[in-house]
């Protein structure tokens, strides 16, 4: 099963993520989405997988929220840095909370001071305001009840708005005049509120918004689009009394606060000590959620999508290794967490030791059915709608901050970029810490191509009949596009490939044998032969010559 979130005390021990040269293919019987930065017509692009320059940071990102071309980040961290500095060079201070600039990556003045760690970051649709949850106390000297406002414009800490929650707010989301928070609290400001409150946003009043939760705390909310909804996750096994829906998972009527229809919280179980949904989102026609198992008392690893109107399954990706947060964007949804086994939905396998994918791409739209799970003592979730897997494979490195060996905890996104954070240290194995933001393709720089190249991908030849020699090799792979297009050279004449063809590949897991009889040639001679591998924006490798004695 899962690994332990950060809201335990135990750590977990995660094998090094390999790239093993195997020829697995994806299970023929799901037909997996052919998409990238370059997909075929119908298939929704993801981003790029290029670095662009992002602030770093000396702990753990936990949450971030998008407000027009501003990033709001929220975690457990002391200092920033620019993209490209080392560890403690170049730092300036940053208490839990900064901001920078989505569109170029530079660190913003923001830095109001929080004496305890921020877990959540939430703004009003209007733009207006920023409301962060946490574990502090004071914000810039003034007293805070771990959870407080900012003005979006100046940065200025609201002084209005001064609810007391009496333990960890998790979650908030809101409207423009309610907030909605989630957490770890038992009362809000001399109010029984057992893990959920609501607020005024004019002065944080409490309001009468007061469902009954127990058995575990919430993790996640979302608020649907007419706010008349919110959905709530975590670990909490009953809601308002019922344990379906209110099993890890609910939806409450914003007004009176008693349950609404909610039908995937039938198929979803997760809740109590060991399980819990670990993050939700929205856009205006579902909600998406996340979530984990370590032992007992839940069902559920992965991703899934939820009609707005009645929480009707529209599909589930059932990843095993836990899922800490998902979003949509651009007809695609981006999730981070720690899969090692995505077979069921016919993308990669169990690998001995493990391997871990810790960036995925989705298409928002079901694409296919999940297949019955035979690997692991885990929940079967055979037959549901499933979405398609994308070709978007970052290279996600495990930081110590945390001690639970985790690298992104959180993505969000907008139409133009999605934005990861976490404990990570290094992004196809170039040092960044925690914060990382990548681009759509017309405002990518796309120079992430062909990942073999040189010495690392030679081809085989070998010759066994007279004036033929059969040149055999592994399908290269490409961290955002499947389909790359193979020139075979011989003698060097790079002017005049003497074979062409193109093949579909994926990382580690869907790397096919590919080759090529070249026949008519001198007895006797040799003959060198290597590869020219592009991509479709045109990114190329050469590889190493591999030179044969025709027979």
Same mark, same amino acid.
């Given at each position: 099963?899962?690994?332990?979130?950060?809201?335990?005390?135990?750590?977990?021990?995660?094998?090094?993520?390999?790239?093993?040269?195997?020829?697995? *293919? &994806?299970?023929?019987?799901?037909?997996?989405?052919?998409?990238?930065?370059?997909?075929?017509?119908?298939?929704?692009?993801?981003?790029?997988?290029?670095?662009?320059?992002?602030?770093?940071?000396?702990?753990?990102?936990?949450?971030?929220?998008?407000?027009?071309?501003?990033?709001? #980040?929220?975690?457990?961290?002391?200092? &920033?840095?620019?993209?490209?500095?080392?560890?403690?060079?170049?730092? =300036?201070?940053?208490?839990?909370?900064?901001?920078?600039?989505?569109?170029?990556?530079?660190?913003?003045?923001? &830095?109001?001071?929080?004496?305890?760690?921020?877990?959540?970051?939430?703004?009003?649709?209007?733009?207006? +305001?920023?409301?962060?949850?946490?574990?502090?106390?004071?914000?810039?000297?003034?007293?805070?009840? +771990?959870?407080?406002?900012?003005?979006?414009?100046?940065?200025?800490?609201?002084?209005?708005?001064?609810?007391?929650?009496?333990?960890?707010?998790?979650?908030?989301?809101?409207?423009?005049?309610?907030?909605?928070?989630?957490?770890?609290?038992?009362?809000?400001?001399?109010?029984?509120?057992?893990?959920?409150?609501?607020?005024?946003?004019?002065?944080?009043?409490?309001?009468?918004?007061?469902?009954?939760?127990?058995?575990?705390?919430?993790?996640?909310?979302?608020?649907?689009?007419?706010?008349?909804?919110?959905?709530?996750?975590?670990?909490?096994?009953?809601?308002?009394?019922?344990?379906?829906?209110?099993?890890?998972?609910?939806?409450?009527?914003?007004?009176?606060?008693?349950?609404?229809?909610?039908?995937? $919280?039938?198929?979803?179980?997760?809740?109590?000590?060991?399980?819990?949904?670990?993050?939700?989102?929205?856009?205006?026609?579902? =909600?998406?959620?996340?979530?984990?198992?370590?032992?007992?008392?839940?069902?559920?690893?992965?991703?899934? +999508? &939820?009609?707005?109107?009645?929480?009707?399954?529209?599909?589930?990706?059932?990843?095993?290794?836990?899922?800490?947060?998902?979003?949509?964007?651009?007809?695609? #949804?981006?999730?981070?967490?720690?899969?090692?086994?995505?077979?069921?939905?016919?993308?990669?396998?169990?690998?001995?030791?493990?391997?871990?994918?810790?960036?995925?791409?989705?298409?928002?739209?079901?694409?296919?059915?999940?297949?019955?799970?035979?690997?692991?003592?885990?929940?079967?979730?055979?037959?549901?709608?499933?979405?398609?897997?994308?070709?978007?494979?970052?290279?996600?490195?495990?930081?110590?901050?945390?001690?639970?060996?985790?690298? $992104?905890?959180?993505?969000?996104?907008?139409?133009?970029?999605?934005?990861?954070?976490?404990?990570?240290?290094?992004?196809?194995?170039?040092?960044?810490?925690?914060?990382?933001?990548?681009?759509? +393709?017309?405002?990518?720089?796309?120079?992430?191509?062909?990942?073999?190249?040189?010495?690392?991908?030679?081809?085989?030849?070998?010759?066994?009949?007279?004036?033929?020699?059969?040149?055999?090799?592994?399908?290269?792979?490409?961290?955002?596009?499947?389909?790359?297009?193979?020139? *075979?050279?011989?003698?060097?004449?790079?002017?005049?490939?003497?074979?062409?063809?193109?093949?579909?590949?994926?990382?580690?897991?869907?790397?096919?044998?590919?080759?090529?009889?070249?026949?008519?040639?001198?007895?006797?001679?040799?003959?060198?032969?290597?590869?020219?591998?592009?991509?479709?924006?045109?990114?190329?490798?050469?590889?190493?010559?591999?030179?044969?004695?025709?027979?």
């Amino acid at each position: 099963m899962g690994y332990p979130r950060p809201f335990f005390a135990r750590s977990v021990a995660v094998s090094v993520t390999a790239i093993v040269a195997l020829a697995l *293919l &994806a299970p023929s019987h799901l037909p997996a989405a052919r998409a990238d930065t370059a997909p075929p017509v119908g298939t929704p692009a993801t981003v790029s997988t290029d670095l662009l320059p992002t602030p770093q940071i000396n702990g753990v990102v936990w949450s971030q929220a998008i407000v027009g071309d501003t990033v709001f #980040v929220g975690g457990s961290f002391t200092n &920033a840095r620019p993209a490209g500095s080392a560890a403690g060079a170049n730092t =300036v201070p940053r208490s839990n909370l900064l901001s920078y600039s989505l569109s170029t990556g530079v660190l913003n003045p923001f &830095a109001p001071s929080l004496n305890g760690q921020v877990r959540a970051v939430g703004a009003s649709p209007d733009g207006t +305001r920023l409301y962060v949850g946490g574990e502090f106390s004071t914000v810039n000297g003034s007293t805070r009840s +771990r959870i407080a406002a900012f003005d979006t414009a100046s940065g200025a800490l609201n002084t209005a708005f001064r609810p007391q929650a009496n333990s960890r707010v998790s979650a908030v989301v809101a409207s423009n005049s309610t907030v909605y928070f989630g957490g770890h609290f038992t009362s809000v400001s001399n109010f029984t509120r057992p893990y959920v409150a609501a607020a005024r946003a004019s002065d944080g009043g409490v309001l009468s918004f007061a469902p009954r939760l127990a058995g575990g705390t919430v993790w996640a909310l979302a608020l649907s689009p007419d706010a008349g909804k919110l959905v709530l996750g975590g670990s909490f096994t009953t809601l308002n009394g019922s344990n379906n829906p209110g099993y890890g998972l609910g939806a409450v009527n914003t007004a009176t606060g008693a349950n609404t229809q909610w039908s995937i $919280a039938g198929l979803i179980r997760n809740g109590g000590v060991n399980a819990a949904i670990t993050g939700l989102s929205s856009d205006q026609d579902s =909600v998406y959620g996340t979530g984990y198992v370590f032992g007992s008392g839940g069902n559920f690893e992965g991703t899934f +999508r &939820a009609n707005w109107s009645d929480g009707a399954v529209r599909w589930v990706e059932d990843c095993h290794g836990d899922t800490y947060s998902a979003v949509p964007a651009g007809g695609v #949804v981006y999730s981070v967490g720690h899969p090692h086994f995505c077979g069921n939905v016919g993308s990669f396998p169990e690998t001995n030791p493990r391997t871990f994918q810790r960036g995925l791409a989705w298409t928002k739209e079901a694409r296919t059915t999940v297949a019955r799970n035979t690997v692991g003592n885990y929940y079967n979730f055979g037959g549901n709608p499933a979405p398609g897997y994308l070709t978007w494979w970052p290279d996600i490195n495990i930081g110590s901050f945390t001690g639970q060996n985790q690298g $992104a905890w959180n993505v969000t996104a907008n139409a133009n970029y999605v934005v990861l954070g976490g404990e990570f240290t290094a992004i196809n194995n170039k040092p960044q810490q925690g914060l990382i933001r990548y681009a759509i +393709r017309s405002l990518a720089p796309n120079k992430d191509g062909p990942r073999l190249s040189g010495a690392n991908y030679a081809v085989a030849v070998s010759s066994t009949t007279a004036g033929t020699a059969r040149i055999t090799w592994t399908a290269n792979y490409d961290r955002d596009n499947r389909t790359l297009k193979y020139e *075979l050279i011989r003698n060097g004449n790079t002017a005049a490939p003497i074979y062409t063809v193109s093949a579909d590949s994926n990382v580690w897991f869907q790397r096919p044998q590919l080759g090529f009889s070249d026949i008519g040639l001198a007895s006797g001679q040799n003959y060198s032969y290597r590869l020219r591998v592009t991509d479709p924006i045109g990114n190329l490798i050469y590889g190493a010559d591999t030179t044969v004695t025709v027979r």
